[in-house]
């Protein structure tokens, strides 16, 4: 339920107002917005009287029951795109950066190279994974520890905000200079480490699960926000069809399903939703003409040896190409890139 105030009201009338709910059970949201400042009522509001509520508060402009599950992430609630800033780097309405780099990473010497590689493109942040979620526990399960130790001083050496992916909550306390965590797809309904993400005082990167639907990823959101923590970005990376030519089928239509439901930004990872390194350009291209917020890319100073994922990783040049190619078309959707 969201209560829409009047303009101009006075701070400690919300307050009272707000006050009055919680000490009922319930918990609230408060959201102020360019357009009006609404008030969202969390808990079992059945036998709330929506207009007994509006008819004897005089704050109140008009009230209206929220039918999803997800609240805090709902667009009613939160008018307005949220703008997520990872570093000095802007992602939401208006900004298009692309996050680059590695599946994994391997060797300082490959961190370092392509990292100053894809800055030099125009990458905004700098992807690498350090622990690898695998199908396979006989395969590669990424460096670790001392990944994480590659990615620092890439970080250090060429400025790029960094962003790899937690596995549970016992790895926080190795994330503390992580400038963006990701929640894996694995991940996505790991509702405990959703929950202590939600606690963090940094940006949080969720993926949609390859067989989740639009609603599961959003209420997935919604334990992150609910937390405590607004600094959330989805990720689209292709979902589980039974097409069979591509690694998993990139679900366009959910950017603009999201940008409908929610205030949060939403990117596209067309690495992972291929799975082949030829259709990775067309489909980025397509993620921002649909409305995405931003690409997340994988590159590799030498897919064919890559521990990980080689077959659906650009190369540095074919990267730089993509790269030239987004600028472009960028500035016709006047996106800043």
Known sequence: MVFILKPNVPKEKIDKFITEWEQKGFSTIYSVGTEHTAICLIGNTIAVDLDHVVQTNDIIDFGKRITEQFKAVNRTVHEDDTIVKVGDVSIGEGFFPVIAGPCSVETHEQVLEIARSVKQSGAKILRGGAFKPRSSPYAFQGKQVEGLDMLRLAKKETGLPIVSEIMNQTQVDLFDDVDMVQIGARNMQNYDLLKVVGKLKKPVLLKRGL??????????????????????????????????????????????VIKQKSHLPVIVDPSHAAGIRSLVPPLAKAALAVGADGLMIEAHNNPAKALCDGAQSLDLEQFGELMSELKVRAEIEKKIF
């Not at 599961?216 to 989805?234: D, R």
């Not at 689209?236 to 603009?256: M, P």
């Open 211 to 256: 067989a989740n639907t639009i609603e599961e990823l959003l209420m997935s959101a919604e334990y992150i926000v609910s937390s405590g923590n607004n600094n959330v970005i989805l990720c689209e990376r292709g979902i589980r069809t039974f097409e069979t030519y591509t690694r998993n089928t990139l679900d366009l239509s959910a950017i603009a």
